[in-house]
């Protein structure tokens, strides 16, 4: 049993930095897989990023460079998010995974958070 607290969304104008933050608690030594999830208004959720238990990371081609992920003291998922743009708005989801396999899709993940917005401004 995992539950999943984002924290960290906010309002902030294009060129700026966010730091997500998602807190684990429950059992989180069967999590094989974390990532991060966002869906903006009209379009489908799309996979952002993704750390496997071995510590490997998969960045989606539309923020790499600009978004890293990473764990912080075994229960903490992170997403540094820099040089915000505007079609990054979106509702951002911490998500987990228990399965074999951790890739950057929803099909790997089966618990989830409630979101965090972030908006971006022009």
């Known amino acids: 049993q995992v539950q999943l607290v984002e924290s960290g969304g906010a309002s902030v104008q294009a060129g700026g930095s966010l730091r997500l933050s998602c807190a684990a608690s429950?059992?989180?030594?069967?999590?094989?897989?974390m990532g991060w999830f966002r869906q903006a208004p009209g379009k489908r959720r799309e996979a952002v990023a993704r750390?496997?238990?071995?510590?490997?990371t998969g960045i989606a081609e539309s923020v790499k460079g600009r978004f890293t992920i990473s764990k912080e003291h075994a229960n903490t998922l992170i997403l540094q998010m820099n040089n915000l743009k505007p079609e990054d708005t979106a509702m951002y989801y911490c998500?987990?995974?228990?399965?074999?396999?951790?890739?950057?899709?929803?099909?790997?993940?089966?618990?989830w958070g409630q979101g965090t917005q972030v908006t971006v401004s022009s």
């Open positions: 998500a987990a995974g228990v399965g074999a396999y951790c890739y950057l899709g929803e099909a790997f993940f089966s618990i």
């Open positions: 429950g059992s989180t030594y069967s999590l094989s897989c």
């Open positions: 750390i496997a238990s071995d510590g490997n």
